[in-house]
């Protein structure tokens, strides 16, 4: 089992930046792929970016190519989504989770079996 803690969110202003963290506890990280998703009030949550367990591999929503990079430091047991060109649309509560699923970079929101508390984020127009 692994216990996820979202930090990092915040106001900023479009175009601006904001980098998110997600610490985990356990010794078990790098067993996991990980994922970032959001969920914007009166939507279903979204996937945003997975990685794979070793960091070798990534995979985007279209929406964010370009703008958003995710990675991962085993050694620290934890993950980070660097946010850049930030647009008023990404203003959500963005969460991490865990994946024990077999694909390289789950996409899917029933792949992923830990999730964080989530972290909101507001790009201002």
Excluded: H
């Excluded at 934890?78 to 996409?107: F, I, R």
């Amino acid at each position: 089992q692994v216990q996820l803690v979202e930090s990092g969110g915040g106001l900023v202003q479009a175009g601006g930046s904001l980098r998110l963290s997600c610490a985990a506890s356990g010794r078990t990280f790098s067993s996991y792929a990980m994922g970032w998703f959001r969920q914007a009030p009166g939507k279903e949550r979204e996937f945003v970016a997975a990685i794979s367990r070793s960091g070798g591999s990534t995979y985007y929503v279209d929406s964010v190519k370009g703008r958003f990079t995710i990675s991962r430091d085993n050694a620290k047991n934890t993950a980070y989504l660097q946010m850049n060109s930030l647009k008023p649309e990404d203003t959500a509560v963005y969460y991490c989770a865990a994946s024990t699923k077999g694909a390289v970079t789950p996409s899917g929101l029933y792949d992923y079996r830990y999730w964080g508390q989530g972290t909101q984020v507001t790009v201002s127009s």
